[in-house]
């Protein structure tokens, strides 16, 4: 049985597996090749620029007449200018994410632009649903980069946003292989967004440093830094305990931009992984080797379906 669920034949995708929108590394080749593997790539686009949103998303039609997805980060200024680039560019699916959907949601519509919202909570998934969203992405504390402050870890936060909403529910947060796949459609999820993963791919514009400390990271790798102001999930290091050591009551996300940034600039220096700013989720134990990014989705699909075939024998 191919693993397909509602929401393929809704956004026109072949497996139920997304890339999340990543800062400045989900670019217009990475989401194509996720695209092109069957699946659904997310353009990230704000760090980019205007300009450089425009180039990407030229060189993503160029290697792609897949659907894809792009990400609009709702606290950005930029938002309302990268909007009127959609058209232009034929986009018909973006995903929302850090910040209240309902100021946009109107306008995405008339544009007849499938929105996707991400949430980290039951209140903050229903208030996307009474904002007419198309659908949901229900990211748990597992997840790399920013998390809620609650801290709900996915296997929980799943469920309980899938009971409460009458619109499809996408599962993301800690999750890179087939058993998490299988395991988010056993709770009622009808897709999964990988973000981790898909760094350790050939594809992903990261240096080789960074795909090196995700192999090498086992299970208890990453954890929640700036708890108090702007909690984000990276690998614990040197540099986690310095940006860690900056959190203070009221610091918003674009505080701790210019100490990411250092991090990130350190990356290529950094060969024994203890200097540099690795955003990742806890997923990384499960990270085992770089590949291409067809070569992962075919992976994830076909674990998914021998484990299907297992829990058929599972049970007496
Ligand atoms: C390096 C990194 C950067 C990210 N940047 C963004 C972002 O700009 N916007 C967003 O909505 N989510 C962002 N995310 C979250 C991903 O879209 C995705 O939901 C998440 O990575 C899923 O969890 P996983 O990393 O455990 O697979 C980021 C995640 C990572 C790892």
Redesign the pocket.
């Known amino acids: 049985m191919s693993i397909r669920t509602p929401i393929c034949d809704t956004l026109g995708i072949e497996h139920p597996i997304i890339?999340?929108?990543?800062?400045?590394?989900?670019d217009g080749i990475l989401t194509a090749a996720v695209s092109n593997a069957g699946g659904l790539g997310?353009l990230?686009s704000?760090?980019f620029g205007v300009d450089g949103t425009r180039e990407q998303m030229t060189k993503l039609n160029e290697l792609t007449d897949k659907p894809y997805s792009v990400?609009l980060?709702l606290f950005h200024p930029m938002v309302p200018d990268l909007i009127k680039l959609l058209p232009e560019y034929n986009v018909k699916i973006v995903?929302t994410?850090?910040g209240n959907p309902a100021k946009y949601v109107g306008i995405l519509k008339e544009m007849g632009i499938y929105v996707i919202h991400?949430v980290s909570s039951v209140r903050t998934a229903l208030k996307a649903e009474d904002a007419g969203v198309d659908a949901i992405?229900a990211?748990g504390s597992?997840?790399?980069?920013?998390v809620a402050r609650d801290e709900v870890p996915t296997i929980s936060l799943i469920p309980q946003v899938i009971e409460q909403v009458n619109i499809p529910v996408i599962a993301?947060?800690?999750?890179?292989t087939g058993r998490g796949l299988l395991a988010s459609l056993a709770m009622g999820a009808q897709a999964v967004?990988?973000?981790?993963?898909?760094?350790a791919s050939d594809e992903a514009p990261v240096h080789q440093n960074w795909k090196q400390v995700l192999i090498d990271s086992g299970d208890s790798a990453t954890a929640i830094a700036c708890k108090t102001s702007s909690p984000t999930?990276l690998v614990k290091n040197e540099f986690f305990d310095e940006l860690d050591a900056l959190d203070e009551p009221g610091k918003t996300a674009m505080d701790f931009m210019p100490k990411q940034n250092e991090g990130s600039m350190r990356i290529p220096d950094d060969s024994d992984g203890s200097r540099g700013n690795y955003?990742?989720?806890?997923?990384t134990g499960l990270v085992r080797e770089v590949k291409p990014v067809a070569d992962i989705v075919r992976e994830i699909i076909e674990e998914a379906e021998a484990g299907m075939a297992v829990m058929r024998q599972a049970f007496v």
């Open positions: 890339l999340g929108g990543m800062m400045g590394i989900s997310t990230s704000a760090t990400n980060p995903t994410s850090a991400v992405v990211e597992d997840s790399g980069g920013k993301a947060g800690g999750m890179a967004q990988l973000g981790t993963r898909f760094i999930r955003i990742a989720g806890t997923g």
